[in-house]
T-cell receptor, first 116, second 115 residues
Framework: AQTVTQSQPEMSVQEAETVTLSCTYDTSESDYYLFWYKQPPSRQMILVIRQEAYKQQNATENRFSVNFQKAAKSFSLKISDSQLGDAAMYFCAYRSPGGSQGNLIFGKGTKLSVKP | KAGVTQTPRYLIKTRGQQVTLSCSPISGHRSVSWYQQTPGQGLQFLFEYFSETQRNKGNFPGRFSGRQFSNSRSEMNVSTLELGDSALYLC??????????????FGPGTRLTVT
């Protein structure tokens, strides 16, 4: 069975600085999808960025980028120019490609605080 | 386009009662998944429905059930509520592609408190 591990329960970053959140996963599949979701306090879960395993190029969405290391089964999220609104729980998630296995497997999450 | 909506947003129930939660997916999305979020266990997959059929189920007891209607709206039911069922229940909808589901978009959740 696939597992997702986020080893940093909490992280802190100064406003305008850069922070990297770690995520590792375990799978025997060669094709899969990886996601980072953001859940602000008492607010909706939002998709931040996605990565297809068959793509070697790291995904980027504005200030958010990933470092996808397939061989190491590592999928870290880098947030550049951190803003106060980035404060939230961040969840790393894995999904198998098959239609009958469409559920997301989540890590425990990393709570990010942004200091002004 | 409207996002995923869930009703009710908050619910307080007593042990032994049953509860029904509702989820309306994004227009055009035919897949609906349900997750339970608790501080201790994190986010856990409950089940997924596609075209009115349950096609994937997580490791939860039979007290947890669901269904999907022809308009893709979904409901989940929890019978004989236990204190441990207190959680945030999240619904996510997805556009099914040729490679299966792709991105899942979450609703705001229903906060269930069992007393």
């Amino acid at each position: 069975a696939q597992t997702v591990t986020q080893s940093q329960p909490e992280m802190s970053v100064q406003e305008a600085e850069t922070v990297t959140l770690s995520c590792t996963y375990d799978t025997s599949e060669s094709d899969y999808y990886l996601f980072w979701y953001k859940q602000p306090p008492s607010r909706q879960m939002i998709l931040v960025i996605r990565q297809e395993a068959y793509k070697q190029q790291n995904a980027t969405e504005n200030r958010f980028s990933v470092n996808f290391q397939k061989a190491a089964k590592s999928f870290s999220l880098k947030i550049s120019d951190s803003q106060l609104g980035d404060a939230a729980m961040y969840f790393c998630a894995y999904r198998s490609p098959g239609g009958s296995q469409g559920n997301l497997i989540f890590g425990k999450g990393t709570k990010l605080s942004v200091k002004p | 386009k409207a996002g995923v909506t869930q009703t009710p947003r908050y619910l307080i129930k007593t042990r032994g009662q049953q509860v029904t939660l509702s989820c309306s997916p994004i227009s055009g999305h035919r897949s609906v998944s349900w997750y339970q979020q608790t501080p201790g266990q994190g986010l856990q997959f409950l089940f997924e429905y596609f075209s009115e059929t349950q096609r994937n189920k997580g490791n939860f007891p039979g007290r947890f059930s669901g269904r999907q209607f022809s308009n893709s709206r979904s409901e989940m039911n929890v019978s004989t509520l236990e204190l441990g069922d207190s959680a945030l229940y999240l619904c996510a909808s997805s556009l099914v592609t040729g490679k299966g589901n792709y991105e899942q978009y979450f609703g705001p959740g229903t906060r269930l408190t069992v007393t």
